[in-house]
């Protein structure tokens, strides 16, 4: 599994809300800044926060070892 920031926009998965799309699930109450988990299994989940670089640092830190 990964984790990065990326820009999510609801275009992109047919509008606000919980959306599921190309593999994907993802949460849009707006569009902006966003967290990816990709999963081992082929899928990911997609959530928008403002801070997705903080996110993925804590991420990375606890499952450092």
Same mark, same amino acid.
């Given at each position: 599994? %990964?984790? &990065?920031?990326?820009?999510? !926009?609801?275009? +992109?998965? &047919? #509008? *606000? #809300?919980?959306?599921?799309?190309?593999? /994907?699930?993802a949460?849009?109450? %707006? %569009? &902006? %800044?966003? $967290?990816?988990? !990709?999963? +081992? *299994? #082929?899928?990911?989940?997609? $959530?928008?926060?403002? !801070?997705?670089? +903080?996110? $993925?640092?804590?991420?990375?830190?606890? /499952?450092? &070892?």
């Amino acid at each position: 599994e %990964s984790v &990065g920031p990326m820009h999510l !926009k609801a275009r +992109d998965y &047919g #509008g *606000w #809300g919980l959306r599921y799309a190309s593999n /994907t699930l993802a949460f849009i109450p %707006s %569009s &902006g %800044s966003a $967290v990816l988990i !990709k999963l +081992d *299994w #082929g899928e990911a989940l997609a $959530v928008r926060m403002d !801070k997705p670089e +903080d996110f $993925v640092s804590s991420y990375q830190l606890e /499952t450092a &070892g």
